[in-house]
Antibody, heavy 121, light 107 residues
Framework: QVQLQESGPGLVRPSETLSLTCTVSGGSGGNYYWSWIRQSPGKGLEWIGYVYFTGNTNYNPSLKSRVTISQDTSKNQFSLQLHSVTAADTAVYYC???????????????WGQGKLVIVSA | DIQMTQSPSSLSASIGDRVTITCQASLDISQYLNWYQQKPGKAPKLLISGASNLERGVSSRFTGSGSGTHFTLTITSLQPEDLATYYCQQFDNLRALTFGGGTKVEI
């Protein structure tokens, strides 16, 4: 059974880059879309973007100028970089598997447990 | 960008009640609509994909319907374990995902 686990610093200083990695275990990465989603404290869910197994990416237009998502297939990992962060980027960051290639458009069926990242000096 | 409007934002119901949550899309999204349940401190869980397809292992108390711009999630007989926040999520032709604002269900 596929499992996802986020890792990375829990504290990032303003104006710096937030970097998180999602490790896929219990199976190969597979030909899926792999997404990042975040949730600010007490707020709703916001899709950040995805990387496809081909390396293609797509980002939320509201974050596109600051986001880079990449993958390392040899390590079964994909990563998020969010540049020039502010306090508004404080959130729980989730990675998830997208089932579009299985005919379920945009359905996120496997999620990591989430990583709280606080942006503060 | 397609906007997703969920209503109500919160509701309180009794055990055994029938509960309905609605989700309105700003443009026609066919049936590219998924529903999630999120319990406090946990990651969201996929309940329904393609507007009406129940995911494996999800209770048959949950049903989804709709197409185009109007969708509903119904819990036919509310149980204590259904205390959660429910989100709709759309998938558009640019492969962007958008979530609704969420509906908090209290018992």
């Amino acid at each position: 059974q596929v499992q996802l686990q986020e890792s990375g610093p829990g504290l990032v200083r303003p104006s710096e880059t937030l970097s998180l990695t999602c490790t896929v275990s219990g199976g190969s990465g597979g030909n899926y879309y792999w997404s990042w989603i975040r949730q600010s404290p007490g707020k709703g869910l916001e899709w950040i973007g995805y990387v496809y197994f081909t390396g293609n990416t797509n980002y939320n237009p509201s974050l596109k100028s600051r986001v880079t998502i990449s993958q390392d297939t040899s390590k079964n990992q994909f990563s998020l970089q969010l540049h020039s962060v502010t306090a508004a980027d404080t959130a729980v960051y989730y990675c998830a598997r997208d089932l579009t290639v299985a005919g379920k458009g945009g359905a996120l069926d496997v999620w990591g447990q989430g990583k709280l990242v606080i942006v503060s000096a | 960008d397609i906007q997703m409007t969920q209503s109500p934002s919160s509701l309180s119901a009794s055990i055994g009640d029938r509960v309905t949550i609605t989700c309105q899309a700003s443009l026609d999204i066919s049936q590219y609509l998924n529903w999630y349940q999120q319990k406090p401190g946990k990651a969201p869980k996929l309940l329904i994909s393609g507007a009406s397809n129940l995911e494996r292992g999800v209770s048959s108390r949950f049903t989804g319907s709709g197409s185009g711009t109007h969708f509903t999630l119904t819990i036919t007989s509310l149980q204590p374990e259904d205390l959660a926040t429910y989100y709709c999520q759309q998938f558009d032709n640019l492969r962007a995902l958008t979530f609704g604002g969420g509906t908090k269900v209290e018992i």
